[in-house]
């Protein structure tokens, strides 16, 4: 099967809270292989450039958020999807370009799905407890949307391979990714594993 790539990025408070080294061993212990990794500062240009490559994301996300306030039977601060990401979007310019990020590309076959299972899903209260965001941090929409800021959930991961294609493109020059490889893809992949005995 075809190996994958996915994009991610250690966000401004997993920096902070030291969590970089958890992070990064959690996706290497899995046996996905890092093929590119750096720090940057990014700017507010390029983290709206990030969010809305999908030129789907600002409508997806602000249904989906009307969605769940009414599902717990608040009203939406609009019933326009547009006019919430946009407020979602400044938030998380403000917050991404706050420190330093670490930004990394892993290698393997299903990167993509795996990735975003051990990282959790989107709100760290309601993320399952053995993934990233579940074990690591609390916070929630409540709190944040309160606090008029974005929601701290440590680490952003592509959510689909289409995604992922079009984030590494824009995250990575082709020369900082390295082609290499791993003693343990042996036994990952190898079909016979007959590789191991003298
Ligand atoms: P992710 O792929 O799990 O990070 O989630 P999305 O791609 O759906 O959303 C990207 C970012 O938008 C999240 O990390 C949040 O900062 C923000 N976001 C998404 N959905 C919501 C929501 O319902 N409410 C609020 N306040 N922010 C949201
Ligand atoms: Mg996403």
């Keep these: 099967m075809t190996k994958e790539r996915t994009l991610v990025v250690v966000k401004p408070d997993g920096v902070q809270r030291s ?14 292989k890092l093929v590119g990794i750096k ?17 789907e994301w600002r409508r997806i996300t602000g249904e989906k958020t009307i969605k769940s306030y009414k599902e717990k039977g608040q009203i939406p ?7 919430i990401t946009g407020v979602i979007l400044k938030n998380l310019m403000t917050f991404m370009t706050s420190g330093p990020v670490v930004a990394m590309v892993w ?4 990167a993509v799905k795996i990735v975003r299972k ?5 709100e760290p209260l309601s993320s399952d407890v053995g993934t990233i965001r579940g074990d690591y941090v609390l916070d929630s929409y409540q709190l944040s949307d309160k606090d008029g800021r974005a929601i701290r959930n440590l680490a952003h991961a592509s959510g689909t391979v289409d995604e992922a294609t079009k984030e590494i493109d824009l995250w990575f020059e082709k020369d900082e990714l390295i082609d290499y490889r791993l003693v343990q893809d042996a036994i990952l992949y190898d079909v016979n594993m007959d590789g191991i005995l003298e």
Excluded: A, K, Q
């Design 19 to 32: 969590l970089i080294g958890e992070i990064t061993g959690r996706l290497e212990r899995v046996g996905l």
């Design 77 to 83: 601060p609009s019933e326009d999807p547009l006019e």
């Design 39 to 55: 720090m940057i500062v990014p700017t507010p240009e390029f983290i709206e450039t990030h969010y809305t490559i999908d030129p």
């Design 107 to 110: 290698e393997g076959v299903h």
């Design 118 to 122: 051990l990282v959790g899903s989107t």
